[in-house]
């Protein structure tokens, strides 16, 4: 057990981090992976799925690809609904 806490300590030793940063690491990786997620499945969504009539699939696009997770969240809030409300007609 002592040669694998030594080992951990060479490894990241030249780094200085300890275990509050690496908890830091660890959490920030847990939130930035799925919400990527999200923004990759709103872009593919609206790209697919939007009607080709007008630049609403145009916009929309742009305001995902340049507030990234906002306009994923904006997208999936308020267009979606939207757009299967007038699908459904």
């Known amino acids: 057990m002592n040669v694998a806490i030594s080992g951990l300590a060479v490894l990241l030793?030249?780094?200085?981090?300890?275990?509050?940063e690496l908890m830091v690491i660890g959490f920030v990786g847990l939130l930035i992976f799925p919400l990527?997620?999200?923004?990759i499945w709103a872009l593919v969504d609206c790209a697919t799925k939007e009607p080709d009539t007008g630049n609403t699939k145009l916009i929309w696009i742009l305001i995902i690809v340049f507030t990234h997770i906002i306009g994923a969240i904006l997208y999936f809030?308020?267009?979606?609904p939207e757009r299967k409300r007038e699908l459904a007609r």
Do not use: F, H, K, S
């Open 13 to 20: 030793g030249p780094l200085n981090l300890g275990l509050p």
């Open 36 to 39: 990527t997620a999200l923004w």
């Open 77 to 80: 809030a308020v267009r979606r």
